[in-house]
């Protein structure tokens, strides 16, 4: 047994009195009439820039406009022509060290806090966290207004849940990464990217 398990195992056996799980009946999660509008506003609040696109092509468009400095464009989405990596076939984790901005696809959108849900459909997942900028781009029409609602999509097919099966992780990211933890002073990329760009598509 690993000493993680063993541990685990010791805390379980040191419980003296355990409780019946309370029922989630009577809650009654956030709605919204516009999803769509409450996601984008949501997203925005998060630190996200939102751009709206008519299809998938006009990605690289956004990318060059936004992030007109990129060299380095890590992303495996056959749209995005102007990648330079592709997560799927480096060598490992360590090759897309210096990435400008990283390109990969979010499934849907959660109207309550403007996260996005991103399973593993790429070979080296670092590409959502190493990246200096992410881009994610998002069907439009996939928003649901709340977490218990996005807790029950990540289990169907259409979306992602044969990718989470088979890599065995997905993430939930609502904008940039930034902690306040040291000093109380704003710091943007602490732990991932330093800027996050949504593209919602139709």
Not at 3 to 23: M, W
Request: aromatic fraction near 6%.
């Amino acid at each position: 047994m690993s000493t993680q398990k063993e541990f685990i195992e010791r805390c379980r056996r040191a419980i003296s009195k355990r409780y019946d799980r309370p029922s989630s009946e009577g809650l009654h999660p956030l709605t919204f009439t516009d999803t769509l509008e409450k996601f984008m506003s949501q997203a925005e609040l998060a630190g996200c820039k939102v751009v709206e696109i008519a299809d998938r092509s006009m990605a690289d468009d956004v990318i060059s406009t936004v992030y007109p400095d990129a060299k380095v464009i890590a992303s495996n989405l056959p749209e995005v022509k102007s990648a330079t990596l592709n997560p799927d076939t480096v060598e490992d984790a360590a090759a897309l060290n210096h990435t400008d901005v990283g390109v990969v696809e979010a499934r849907f959108g959660v109207a309550e806090n403007g996260s996005v849900w991103i399973p593993q459909a790429v070979k080296e997942r670092d590409v959502c966290f190493i990246s200096e900028n992410l881009v994610a781009v998002l069907p439009k029409k996939e928003i649901v207004n709340n977490m218990h609602e996005a807790y029950k999509r990540i289990t169907l097919p259409e979306y992602g849940a044969e990718e989470f099966r088979s890599y065995g992780y997905g993430v939930f990211i609502a904008g940039p990464s930034k902690t306040a933890d040291i000093a109380q002073v704003l710091v943007n990329g602490a732990q991932a990217a330093r800027s996050m760009t949504l593209l919602l598509v139709g």
